[in-house]
């Protein structure tokens, strides 16, 4: 096979057949480490407040809150119980309502299951990072913090 650049001026390489597989090999190889093994699958409770933050909707993003959950949005940070956090998210999507949100990196561990998000701000287009952390209790996870912060 013979291999010419535009304005080579006739000058051309030859990859010889015997090469194709080895790069090929080589790609697979590259692939593979590339590729994280053992990824666990997304569960509903993460997707749920996923659609919480995209669309604005506290009520979304404390579904499977704990009985404590602990929220700093662009500010201190303070326990709430799930009844008392509802009116502080619907405040924070007042001020900085959502353009969009895209989760960016989430981790399982044991019994804790971390995720950390981009907000983007429609008004202003401001990005904000959004922090999150679960407990599984019972078999049943439980959103127990949720951080915005610039």
């Avoid at 998000?117 to 401001?126: C, K, L, N, Q, W």
């Avoid at 990005?127 to 209790?137: C, N, Q, S």
Wanted: glycine letters at 6%; a positive charge.
């Amino acid at each position: 096979m013979r291999l010419c650049r535009a304005g080579s001026a006739g000058r051309c390489s030859v990859i010889h057949s015997t090469h194709l597989p080895r790069a090929t090999w080589l790609l697979v190889i590259a692939a593979a480490l590339w590729v994280p093994t053992g990824t666990a699958q997304v569960p509903a409770h993460v997707a749920q407040v996923d659609s919480g933050l995209t669309q604005g909707k506290a009520r979304l993003v404390l579904r499977h809150a704990a009985a404590s959950v602990e929220l700093a949005l662009v500010g201190q940070s303070r326990q709430y119980s799930p009844h008392h956090a509802l009116p502080r998210l619907r405040q924070f999507f007042k001020h900085f309502p959502p353009r969009s949100f895209q989760w960016v990196h989430e981790e399982a561990r044991d019994a804790d299951w971390f995720a950390t998000g981009r907000y983007r701000v429609r008004a202003t287009g401001e990005i904000l990072r959004i922090y999150a952390h679960w407990e599984r209790r019972n078999e049943v996870w439980e959103l127990v913090t949720v951080h915005a912060f610039r």
